[in-house]
């Protein structure tokens, strides 16, 4: 044997002797083989380095884990999980954009619809203020209630609710500002935000900010209706409705 | 005359860890779909064991391997390779993930009726942590390496009997349990293991 022979990588042209060091380690070698290994290693530096550097190997695999076998659907489930929340984040960055958009348009008492129903004309009044009661179509029982005041930054409302059917999966409520002119095909209305319940149907001091004057704008009406998550416009159910300044 | 060894050396050990922060970096920039595939054949093995093992439930466990990956689609931006692997970022995540679950309502619903297994401690958690990553380093060997490695360190088979079991010329198994357990130390050093 010799330790001046030409370096290796593929088994081809490799001495099965130095090949049983693995077994070696492994303890893996046939009586016979150890015996003949174990001579073979008294001349052969190399299998003793390769000795050194494969025994923690072997310890290493002592402490793997049990085989783990994934569920059959797992895969397809993650990747849809995370399709779903890059969904989410587009498009509440969408209506984040959107809203932006309809505010600016708002000061600039530019209104959808044809004529000028829902004037953003800033309060003349120092520091005005207004309460709206608001009430569920028909027989519903869900109520809520927003106390606006007017800042130099615009008018802040705090809304509250209670009563309103939780929401499904992408869905939240939107608050609006309708124009008396608001009619269905006719839509006059500005949103003025977005807001989520609790378990119990319940939103306290949900704060948004308008630059609709809620104090001189006449027939104003403020909607709160229920919207799927991808839509910016208004499409859901009225859930809540009053007059601004009646 | 006989030929010696080359000792064995890694080819290149950063090559997992910078291929990885690549793939994090592609779903930041946005092109999250061929990344997220491929990291979930990479880590959700040792993800679902982590979420097995923490929570003691499958249906938990799917849980936790959903919401890691959707943690690091939000936060693959935050990633900065020079502090750490990718696999030591998945199982922080994971291990955060596991934690927020168990917290669940629902969690301790299920968990009150199933199987759980004691809550595992810090020093146990690197235990656990090692036990899935040499499984992981296990499993991405190919299945003819592997089987000769498992049939050796667990069955406790010589390499003729391990041959007989296989029907496999002995030369073959020798071959075989030469270059996997090698291929071994290659994937735990990928892995920060110091082998």
């Known amino acids: ?246 | 005359m006989t030929v010696p060894l080359t000792v064995v050396s890694d080819d290149d050990p950063g090559r997992l860890a910078r291929e990885e922060a690549r793939l994090v970096a592609q779903i930041a920039a946005g092109d999250h779909e061929p990344a997220v595939a491929e990291l979930y054949r990479r880590y959700a093995g040792r993800l679902y064991g982590l979420g097995l093992r923490l929570l003691g439930d499958a249906g938990l466990a799917e849980d936790v391997v959903q919401e890691s990956f959707v943690r690091l689609w939000r936060t693959a931006g935050r990633f900065d390779p020079s502090r750490g692997s990718v696999g030591a970022y998945m199982f922080v995540i994971g291990r955060s993930v596991a934690a927020d679950v168990r917290k669940r309502p629902s969690s301790r619903v299920l968990a009150s009726g199933a199987e759980v297994p004691e809550p595992v401690a810090e020093d146990g958690l690197d235990q656990l942590t090692d036990a899935l990553v040499v499984r992981e380093a296990l499993d991405s060997l190919s299945e003819a390496h592997r089987q000769v490695l498992v049939l050796a360190y667990q069955g406790g088979l010589t390499q003729s009997q391990i041959a007989q079991r296989l029907d496999l010329p002995l030369g073959t198994v020798k071959t075989r349990m030469f270059h996997g357990l090698r291929a071994m130390r290659a994937a735990l050093a990928e892995r920060d293991f110091s082998v």
């Open chain 1, 1 to 246: 044997m010799s330790d001046g022979g030409p370096r290796v990588g593929g088994s081809a042209d490799l001495d099965p002797v130095h090949q049983d060091v693995a077994a070696w380690v492994m303890g893996a070698l046939d009586p016979e083989d150890r015996a003949t290994f174990a001579i073979h290693l008294e001349t052969c530096s190399s299998c003793r380095e390769e000795i050194r550097v494969l025994q923690p190997v072997r310890g290493w695999l002592g402490v793997a884990a049990p085989p783990i076998e994934l569920p059959p659907g797992l895969r397809a489930k993650t990747v849809q999980a995370v399709e779903q929340a890059v969904e989410r984040a587009a498009a509440l960055d969408h209506r984040r954009r959107l809203r932006v958009r309809l505010l600016a348009a708002a000061a600039a008492v530019v209104l959808i619809g044809t004529g000028a129903a829902v004037t953003a004309v800033r309060a003349r009044d120092p520091r005005p203020s207004v309460t709206i009661a608001l009430r569920a179509p028909g027989t519903g029982t869900a109520h809520g209630q927003a106390v606006g005041h007017d800042t130099a930054a615009g008018w802040s409302v705090a809304l509250s609710v209670g009563g309103l059917p939780p929401l499904a999966e992408g869905e939240h409520y939107e608050c609006w500002y309708a124009g008396a002119d608001n009619a269905p095909g006719h839509p006059d209305l500005v949103s003025a935000g977005s807001f989520e319940v609790g378990p119990d149907g319940s939103a306290t001091e949900v704060q948004m900010w308008t630059v609709v004057d809620l104090k001189h704008q006449k027939g104003l009406t403020m909607l709160i209706t229920r919207e799927p998550d991808t839509n910016p416009a208004l499409t859901g159910p009225l859930v809540l409705s009053g007059p601004v300044n009646a």
